[in-house]
């Protein structure tokens, strides 16, 4: 039969954030949740590949970041055998899936994100409050609302890609077809945000392609969660094949394919360059240009005039830096403030940020949890005993440390008495924000130090009640940041609202969660059919005075 129907989809809202306060049904469910996973016997996480089960004997464990002893699953690790086997799988759900009615694929991920608006919502949420030690309002931003917004507006951009057509006349029809890549596309995914894991292989799955899909080794347990919703809403075997796995040992075998498509990744300014690098060596062997789609790192900023609202920066800076200990691409991790102005909010500030709360995710009443992984901890711990020791720099809040239970960093403030020392400059990922000094006078000097200060263009902010501050820091720093703010702190972007993706080091900024994405997952055919087509290959001007 044929699907002689045009089917549009409305824009969608984003999804409410739940609060999960005192007393409420959601808040106790959440809690049961936790618990039950917590306490049920450690799950054995396979890898999937054309829809089946995939063990390999490779087993490792998967702890809480915030409490070693807790044991919540152990997953088993692919090679480069199992990587071919990834690809050869993905490219054989390729034949039939990019030949579904794109209604039918948008159908499958509307129905992954009423699960997870619903009956999934605790699952996910408390698995990655376990697995990736986030507090319940982070897991829920993230895993809920980030990635039910990620899933719905992605059908409702491509149904307006889909849309978008050439004009035809009356003796012409033009369109144009959008078709999926040729080939596979390899999603490496990162630990720090479940919705991003679920996006960089969603998106061009919605689009037609068939994916391999790498998630982050410290975030395979709600990644896995995750994968397990996508089949209860009907998604193809293989369209999606699940692969942890070292990177150094799965990535060239996929990337060394032929039928390579397109790479989306998330995750260190050096790994996407190397994986840049992989493809360059290997451009002669592809079928076609591979996509390389990246978000990468940042060194996230807040500048402060001397007009700024003290309270609207202090709390911009406290979120902004420690929430989810400060493991988010967008975190700030420096901030400049006038000399005279500091002196008037520095005890509060400090006061505040050394009262944070800090424990388990499972103690709602605490505002930060523990970092990642040990691999973190020794790489953050570092900066702050560098700072301990250096001239140029004063640790004046936080700076304690204790990996004894969980990996815990005290949030932590450094006063840098140089606007180019290290943590002012270098990216650390953790819960320590660097704070330079200035003169009031040197508000415009300041923002050219800003602006060539760090390799990195993702996340910034400008705090001023002063417009004409404002629009001086929206022209000195149009490259510093893709995500610009002007007073609010440059964490939270809202898929459909804020797109989210930055340039230079940090990445292609091919903007998550827009129309600007999913064209990177399309290969644009132009079809025209000539109604009226010449029947002499003559012209006019050929013709005799």
């Known amino acids: 039969m044929g699907n002689n129907k045009i089917f549009e989809l409305e824009r969608p809202e984003n999804e409410p954030v739940l609060d999960y306060a005192p007393g409420s049904e959601k808040r106790q469910e959440l809690k049961e949740e936790l618990a039950r996973l917590r306490e049920q016997d450690p799950i054995e996480i396979p890898l999937y590949i054309g829809g089946e089960e995939v063990k390999t004997g490779d087993l490792v464990d998967i702890r809480c970041p915030h409490d070693h002893s807790i044991l919540l699953a152990r997953y088993h690790r692919a090679g480069a055998e199992e990587a071919e086997m990834a690809v050869e799988a993905a490219l054989e759900a390729k034949k039939s899936w990019n030949q579904l009615d794109w209604e039918d694929r948008v159908s499958i991920f509307e129905r992954a994100a009423s699960l997870l608006s619903g009956p999934w919502r605790a699952t996910v949420n408390a698995s990655t409050m376990l697995g990736q030690s986030k507090s319940a309002h982070q897991a829920e931003i993230d895993s809920a609302c980030e990635l039910i917004d990620f899933l719905r507006f992605n059908n409702y951009f491509l149904s307006q890609l889909y849309s978008n057509q050439p004009a035809s006349t009356e003796t012409e029809i033009n369109m144009i077809e959008y078709r999926p890549l040729e080939g596979f596309v390899f999603a490496v995914t990162p630990f720090n945000f479940t919705s991003i894991a679920g996006n960089l292989p969603g998106a061009p799955a919605v689009c037609g392609n068939t994916a391999v899909w790498k998630p982050a080794s410290s975030a395979i347990y709600s990644n896995y969660y995750y994968f397990k919703l996508l089949q209860e809403a009907g998604l193809p075997a293989g369209v999606i094949n699940f692969l942890p796995g070292k990177g150094r040992e799965i990535g060239p075998v996929i990337l060394g394919s032929e039928e390579l498509a397109g790479v989306h990744f998330t995750g260190s300014t050096s790994t996407f360059r190397e994986i840049w690098s992989q493809v360059g060596q290997n451009i002669e062997n592809y079928r076609d240009y591979p996509r390389l789609v990246g978000e990468t790192g940042g060194?996230?900023?807040?500048?402060?005039?001397?007009?700024?609202?003290?309270?609207?920066?202090?709390?911009?800076?406290?979120?902004?830096?420690?929430?989810?200990?400060?493991?988010?691409?967008?975190?700030?991790?420096?901030?400049?403030?006038?000399?005279?102005?500091?002196?008037?909010?520095?005890?509060?500030?400090?006061?505040?940020?050394?009262?944070?709360?800090?424990?388990?995710?499972?103690?709602?009443?605490?505002?930060?949890?523990?970092?990642?992984?040990?691999?973190?901890?020794?790489?953050?711990?570092?900066?702050?005993?560098?700072?301990?020791?250096?001239?140029?720099?004063?640790?004046?809040?936080?700076?304690?440390?204790?990996?004894?239970?969980?990996?815990?960093?005290?949030?932590?403030?450094?006063l840098a008495h140089s606007p180019r020392y290290r943590t002012m400059r270098e990216e650390i990922f953790g819960p320590v924000l660097t704070i330079y000094l200035y003169d009031e006078e040197s508000f415009a000097e300041i923002l050219e130090i800003c602006d060539e200060t760090s390799p990195y263009g993702l996340t910034g902010a400008?705090?001023?009640?002063?417009?004409?501050?404002?629009?001086?820091?929206?022209?000195?720093?149009?490259?510093?940041?893709?995500?610009?703010?002007?007073?609010?702190?440059?964490?939270?972007?809202?898929?459909?609202?804020?797109?989210?993706?930055?340039?230079?080091?940090?990445?292609?900024?091919?903007?998550?969660?827009?129309?600007?994405?999913?064209?990177?997952?399309?290969?644009?055919?132009?079809?025209?059919?000539?109604?009226?087509?010449?029947?002499?290959?003559?012209?006019?001007?050929?013709?005799?005075?």
């Not at 820091?473 to 893709?482: D, Q």
């Open 299 to 414: 060194k996230d900023f807040v500048i402060a005039h001397e007009s700024a609202d003290p309270d609207e920066l202090m709390t911009a800076l406290i979120r902004g830096a420690y929430e989810y200990q400060g493991q988010k691409c967008s975190a700030i991790s420096r901030s400049y403030i006038p000399e005279d102005y500091w002196s008037d909010m520095e005890e509060e500030l400090l006061q505040k940020i050394d009262n944070l709360t800090m424990g388990d995710v499972e103690d709602f009443s605490n505002f930060v949890n523990a970092v990642i992984d040990e691999a973190a901890f020794e790489k953050i711990t570092e900066y702050i005993e560098d700072a301990r020791e250096a001239d140029e720099a004063e640790i004046i809040c936080g700076g304690d440390y204790d990996d004894s239970e969980g990996y815990f960093i005290e949030p932590t403030v450094i």
């Open 462 to 545: 400008i705090f001023a009640r002063d417009r004409q501050a404002v629009d001086l820091a929206r022209e000195k720093l149009t490259y510093a940041a893709g995500n610009f703010y002007i007073n609010d702190k440059p964490t939270g972007a809202v898929v459909g609202r804020q797109p989210f993706g930055g340039a230079r080091a940090s990445g292609t900024n091919d903007k998550a969660g827009s129309r600007w994405n999913l064209m990177r997952w399309l290969s644009p055919r132009t079809i025209k059919e000539n109604l009226r087509p010449p029947r002499d290959h003559g012209y006019p001007f050929l013709d005799e005075e």
